[in-house]
């Protein structure tokens, strides 16, 4: 399908993508440029054949497709460094949970614009890293792409997911946006903010209440297990359609 994928950040999505990508014979050769040491240690162990970066540097210019698979919080630093080696021949897409911010940020970086194609596959786990990584995470799972003039582009992105398994459906950044501030956002909100609740009363009272917790705060405590970095990152760049939520 390609000759050259790269997949920036390589955590429980990059993993699940580099494992499945590997499972479907999606790519001659598979990159991953990663800056954490200790996930470094554990990608190495998914499959030999995979090549790391460094750096981004000049060898982006031979990449087909480029998967950015990092917190929102550093889409900006990573498309300024992007932008310096990439060309028309390149595409580029991402698996970040909100879209108006990316958007905004691929428009002041014209020279992205005409090769990226925005991508949320809706698939994840309260647990995160590559060890958690999972080759059929995205099955029969929908991911959004967003609306594109390339459709070249657009139909290679777009077959990229469905060779992971993913459904695919089409949106545009808006309405993307104000469908997930009500079916993933606010409900992650507010269990962050119940098991807040729950563990302050415990230390007001000196009582381990938790203990008597039944299925409901579980469930609550399990979906705010989830990595609070990246959910800070989605919280405030979709804060105005949560609020109204």
Not at 1 to 26: P, Y
Request: charged share 25%.
């Amino acid at each position: 399908m390609f000759n050259n994928i790269l997949i920036i950040g390589c955590g429980l999505i990059g993993s699940s993508v580099l494992r499945g990508s590997f499972e479907k014979k999606i790519s001659k050769n598979i990159f991953v440029y990663e800056k954490s040491k200790k996930n470094i240690s554990v990608i190495k162990k998914i499959n030999k054949k995979t090549k790391f970066l460094n750096k981004l540097n000049s060898q982006i210019s031979k990449m087909d497709l480029i998967i950015l698979c990092t917190h929102l919080s550093q889409y900006k630093s990573i498309i300024k460094e992007l932008q310096k080696f990439t060309s028309s021949k390149n595409i580029i897409t991402d698996t970040g949970s909100t879209k108006r911010d990316i958007i905004n940020l691929i428009n002041i970086n014209k020279k992205i614009k005409d090769i990226f194609a925005s991508s949320h596959p809706i698939a994840g786990s309260e647990v995160s890293g590559p060890k958690h990584g999972n080759k059929n995470l995205f099955k029969n799972k929908w991911c959004i792409i967003l609306n594109n003039k390339n459709k070249i582009k657009l139909k290679k992105v777009e077959n990229f997911w469905k060779k992971l398994g993913s459904k695919i459906i089409f949106m545009n950044a808006v309405e993307h946006d104000k469908i997930f501030s009500i079916t993933s956002h606010l409900p992650h909100l507010i269990a962050y903010n119940l098991i807040k609740t729950a563990i302050d009363f415990q230390k007001k009272n000196k009582q381990n209440i938790i203990k008597y917790s039944a299925g409901g705060l579980r469930d609550f405590s399990r979906t705010a297990a989830s990595n609070e970095t990246m959910w800070r990152d989605i919280f405030f760049s979709n804060k105005d359609n949560i609020i109204q939520s």
